[in-house]
């Protein structure tokens, strides 16, 4: 193992563990496809997470994308994340960020009709609550 396997596995954990996602390489396989990664077995993954590989470099994008960081601060370090948003930072659950796009692609009134909805969840007291 290298010293920069090494390194890049802290900084995917520590990523991983601020997003909120876990560090099981089914789910990161599953969300690496839906953040436009290349096809990558579970054992490449478990590899990236131990220090024991790194990951090409579209995958590389697109764990950095799904974190919301930027590539190189994944793979070179100062890994702050924070999506900058023109309303201020946002930190997003990678979960959050597909379903925020899924909903961006829908049309007029079903983005609508879906505002109303989490707007009645958030009066009924759910708001509050994460999960």
């Known amino acids: ?37 290349e096809p990558v077995s579970q054992q490449a993954v478990s590899g990236w997470l131990k220090g024991r ?8 994008r697109a764990l950095a994308k799904m974190l919301s960081v930027e590539p190189q601060q994944l793979q070179y370090g100062d890994d702050t994340r924070r999506v900058k948003e023109t309303r201020g930072e946002w930190h997003l659950d990678p979960r959050d960020q597909l379903a925020i796009e899924a909903f961006l ?3 007029t009134a079903q983005r609508k009709l879906l505002r109303h909805l989490i707007e009645e969840f958030f009066r009924s007291g759910a708001g509050g609550k994460r999960g």
Do not use: T
């Not at 995917?12 to 996602?21: D, F, H, P, T």
């Not at 590989?53 to 590389?60: D, I, S």
């Open 105 to 107: 692609r829908l049309p």
């Open 53 to 60: 590989a790194m990951p090409r470099q579209a995958n590389l």
């Open 1 to 37: 193992m290298s010293n920069e396997h090494i390194a890049f596995s802290e900084r995917l954990r520590a990523a991983l563990q601020r997003a909120g996602v876990g560090e099981s390489p089914v789910e990161l396989v599953r969300l690496l496809a839906r953040f436009g990664g």
